[in-house]
């Protein structure tokens, strides 16, 4: 069967997730079409991109570098735009039907509901935009009859293993978690770790945002958030796993009690080409699982005393309104501080806690009261950072 062509805007394409979208058009480019790509600093790999890839626009949202970019890429009739507003405008041009969005954090958000207002479908790697506006961001997805295709691996895994059971309830999922690089660290231990051991992480190469988050677990714990949305579940429906050597992506229970799990090396290409080719598999030469190369695959709780962050997303969770908008803003604030050797690895969780009983907290948030909460919480995040840095 051909695969039709996609017509694809990325959205964040210089970061780890869009450079391994463009090494999966690179592979299929009958199947796909890039139109639009967009980048926030990285001027000089956007400009490579687009001269590979041809799309018709490029924005940068760094408006100090339109100069650069345009300089380089209007000789090859390329459109650059710049600025965070452009980047909610392009989404919406006829000539794309997918949206891959891969921007870093709450910047993804408004993009992404541009897309969905437009009818574009979204294959989603910002996970922030669930986490902060899940309920709003659902509820337009439906009203416009559009499909919202996860990208990271654990909730392309659950998606994979509901293909052909839309019918039947979930019971529950199982997110499974690596555990970072400070599994089993006591919270003495954690007091004095740097920077450079945090983005140290043990099977997947990532952002450094993500790799932070990752070693605090706020990455499962904006996960565990992201998934109430995809699938309609409930807190108690969600169970995190951890599971070190990262070969079962995720799991669903099914209310007859049988377990479907999503396996495979740690390779992003995998649920990135899924998101954009569903209904279709494509044939791809992505590495192989060898069983004999795995002789035991072990799980584990995880240490939510330890690791706080992901207690605040199912806290969250069952507070519901704004309060994961607050958790995303604080965390964004604290990852930035920690990456600045600013507040030390045990304190971004301490920021965190403080944000969540000191923001205002609304029940039925609109639109613009997410993007107040945002500012207000990164607000209070940043006084308590020069308080404490």
């Not at 209310?255 to 740690?266: F, R």
């Amino acid at each position: 069967m051909k695969f039709p062509q996609k017509h694809l805007a990325i959205l964040g394409s210089t970061g780890s997730i869009g450079t391994q979208a463009l090494d999966v058009v690179a592979a299929n480019p009958d199947s796909f079409a890039v139109e639009i790509l967009t980048a926030q600093n990285n001027a000089d790999l956007l400009i490579q991109q687009a001269a590979q890839f041809r799309p018709h626009v490029v924005v940068i949202a760094n408006e100090s570098l339109y100069d650069k970019v345009f300089d380089a890429l209007d000789p090859l009739g390329i459109q650059v735009y710049a600025g965070d507003k452009a980047i909610a405008d392009v989404v919406q041009m006829d000539s794309i039907d997918t949206v891959l969005t891969s921007m870093v954090g709450y910047s993804g958000l408004i993009p992404t509901v541009k897309a969905i207002e437009a009818g574009k479908q979204i294959a989603l790697a910002n996970k922030e935009t669930l986490v902060v506006a899940g309920e709003l961001v659902t509820a337009l997805a439906h009203q416009k009859g559009v499909s919202i295709y996860p990208v990271d691996s654990e909730h392309s895994a659950i998606f994979q293993c509901i293909v052909g059971e839309f019918h039947n309830p979930i019971e529950k999922i199982l997110l499974t978690a690596s555990g970072g690089p400070f599994r089993g660290k006591t919270r003495d231990e954690l007091l004095h770790v740097t920077k450079a051991q945090a983005l140290k992480h043990p099977n997947w190469s990532m952002g450094a945002k993500i790799t932070i988050d990752s070693a605090s677990l706020m990455n499962k714990g904006l996960e565990v958030i992201e998934a109430k949305w995809l699938f309609g579940l409930k807190a108690e429906q969600i169970e995190v796993v951890v599971h070190p050597q990262s070969i079962i992506h995720s799991m669903v229970q099914f209310e007859d009690g049988s377990i479907k799990a999503q396996m495979g090396l740690p390779d992003m290409r995998l649920p990135i080409q899924f998101a954009l080719t569903y209904p279709h598999r494509l044939k791809a030469d992505f590495p192989r699982f060898d069983f004999m190369q795995y002789p035991s695959l072990t799980f584990e709780q995880p240490d939510l005393k330890t690791f706080r962050n992901l207690q605040f997303a199912f806290d969250a969770l069952e507070c519901g309104g704004n309060m994961a908008c607050i958790v995303n803003a604080a965390n964004e604030i604290a990852v930035a501080a920690f990456l600045r050797d600013e507040v030390g690895f045990l304190e971004m969780s301490d920021l965190i806690e403080t944000c969540m009983q000191k923001v205002t907290f609304i029940e039925k948030p609109t639109l613009d009261d997410y993007i107040e909460t945002d500012a207000e919480t990164r607000k209070v995040a940043e006084e308590w950072v020069n308080v404490h840095s």
